[in-house]
């Protein structure tokens, strides 16, 4: 039997007087007025620890608090029953299967294709078709710098030119870099190409005035003054 007693100070006592029961220290644990202790959760992404305040307090096992597709609630006249009960992730399950596009073209771009994420190139109805696609056009009417930098598909025409040094792209592809040039009527004028690029027919001499077609495709260049030719 348990009693509680009010002593003649005005405070309660607790007594006891069944002999089975027993208040060890560590159950009556504490002085008067001696913090219990507490536990101060942290998350780190969806993992909850706790941190007891007092370094004698037992430990507590970390926990995962994880939350799945299917445990929200997500509802959609479009959806099954099961899609329904199966919240966010059954309507993921529907659009996924049953409607990968929505729009009016769908059936156009559901055929088109890329080698991967950073590919430049695209294909329609698989690798045999690909699109080439439209060159960019960099337009100068007086280029003073003495080195062109080419990108893969460029279209270049450059006037007032007197030096000039032209790279092929360090990656080149099948598509074509076209460039057209017209030379400075007075003044020191030169085409040179670097040692990595071939040609088909021979490396022509440029005068002033001249206007010149130049075609680089994979490192292999060929040129033609405009005028001249069958």
């Given at each position: 039997?348990?009693?509680?007693?009010?002593?003649?100070?005005?405070?309660?006592?607790?007594?006891?007087?069944?002999a089975?029961?027993?208040?060890?220290?560590?159950?009556?644990?504490?002085?008067?007025?001696?913090?219990?202790?507490?536990?101060?959760?942290?998350?780190?992404?969806?993992?909850?620890?706790?941190?007891?305040?007092?370094?004698?307090?037992?430990?507590?096992?970390?926990?995962?608090?994880?939350?799945?597709?299917?445990?929200?609630?997500?509802?959609?006249?479009?959806?099954?029953?099961?899609?329904?009960?199966?919240?966010?992730?059954g309507?993921?399950?529907?659009?996924?299967?049953?409607?990968?596009?929505?729009?009016?073209?769908?059936?156009?771009?559901?055929?088109?294709?890329?080698?991967?994420a950073?590919?430049?190139?695209?294909?329609?109805?698989?690798?045999?078709?690909?699109?080439?696609?439209?060159?960019?056009i960099?337009?100068?009417?007086?280029?003073?710098?003495?080195?062109?930098?080419?990108?893969?598909?460029?279209?270049?025409?450059?006037?007032?030119?007197?030096?000039?040094?032209?790279?092929?792209?360090?990656?080149?592809?099948?598509?074509?870099?076209?460039?057209?040039?017209t030379?400075?009527?007075?003044?020191?004028?030169e085409?040179?190409?670097?040692?990595?690029?071939?040609?088909?027919?021979?490396?022509p001499?440029v005068?002033?005035?001249?206007?010149?077609?130049?075609?680089?495709?994979?490192?292999?260049?060929?040129?033609?003054?405009?005028?001249?030719?069958?």
């Amino acid at each position: 039997m348990i009693e509680f007693q009010k002593n003649g100070a005005g405070m309660i006592e607790f007594q006891k007087n069944d002999a089975s029961l027993s208040f060890s220290e560590a159950l009556l644990k504490g002085k008067d007025g001696e913090d219990g202790g507490y536990y101060k959760p942290s998350i780190n992404n969806n993992l909850i620890s706790w941190q007891p305040s007092k370094t004698d307090m037992p430990q507590v096992d970390d926990f995962a608090l994880t939350l799945r597709a299917e445990d929200v609630t997500y509802t959609h006249s479009g959806l099954t029953q099961t899609q329904q009960e199966e919240g966010v992730k059954g309507a993921l399950d529907y659009l996924l299967e049953y409607t990968p596009h929505t729009h009016y073209n769908r059936l156009a771009l559901d055929k088109l294709s890329t080698d991967n994420a950073n590919s430049a190139n695209l294909y329609i109805n698989g690798r045999a078709n690909k699109i080439a696609l439209e060159p960019k056009i960099y337009n100068y009417a007086s280029y003073t710098s003495e080195i062109l930098n080419l990108t893969n598909n460029g279209y270049y025409v450059l006037r007032q030119v007197h030096k000039l040094t032209i790279n092929p792209p360090s990656t080149p592809t099948v598509a074509a870099n076209t460039i057209w040039i017209t030379f400075a009527d007075e003044g020191d004028i030169e085409l040179a190409f670097p040692t990595t690029v071939k040609y088909i027919g021979k490396i022509p001499t440029v005068k002033n005035g001249e206007t010149w077609e130049v075609t680089i495709i994979n490192k292999v260049v060929s040129i033609q003054k405009v005028g001249e030719g069958a």
